[in-house]
Structures are given as structure tokens and as C-alpha cells.
């Protein structure tokens, strides 16, 4: 988004963004998930006036709070070691 604040080139800059942001998604998220996260970055980047979206944030939601709730908790457990 923040190449929205450069007057005229700052459009221009999401061609260069857009390919980095989808690998970097995909780097983050191997998988099914990361594949279609990426193309979903790749599109939204190129987009004009789509930079709003808040996609890596989206992602993280989906994969850390919203996948993990519908998972059981299993036995986990902490060791503590105590120092004196």
C-alpha cells in the first residue's frame, strides 16, 4: 500500500511487487493453501486500488486461528526444569 503515497510511479511499482509478494506467499504457506494464496496476492497486487486488502494478514488469520480451532488439542506435554 505504500506505494500508493509515490504520485505517478507508485502504480507502476505493484508490477514489480505483485510477483515478489506472490513467492514470498508461497515460501511462507508450501501446500495447496500457499499455492492458491499466492495467486490470490499476485491478482490482488496488479489490481489497481486493491492494495488495501490486507491479504498475508488474511492468510495468517485463516491458517493460525480459523483452521487450527476446528483441530483437537491432543496431549501436550511442557517440561519445566526449575534453576536455582
Known sequence: MATMAIPVVGPFLD?????YAAKS???M???????????LV?????LPFTDIVPSFTLMWLYTFVFSSANKPV????FEAEMVR
Open 29 to 39: 504457506y508450501p501446500g495447496k493453501k500457499g499455492k492458491l494464496a499466492s495467486i
Open 74 to 77: 491432543e496431549n501436550v506435554v
Open 15 to 19: 508490477l514489480a511487487w505483485a510477483p
Open 25 to 27: 506467499m508461497s515460501k
Open 42 to 46: 499476485f491478482i490482488e497486487e496488479i
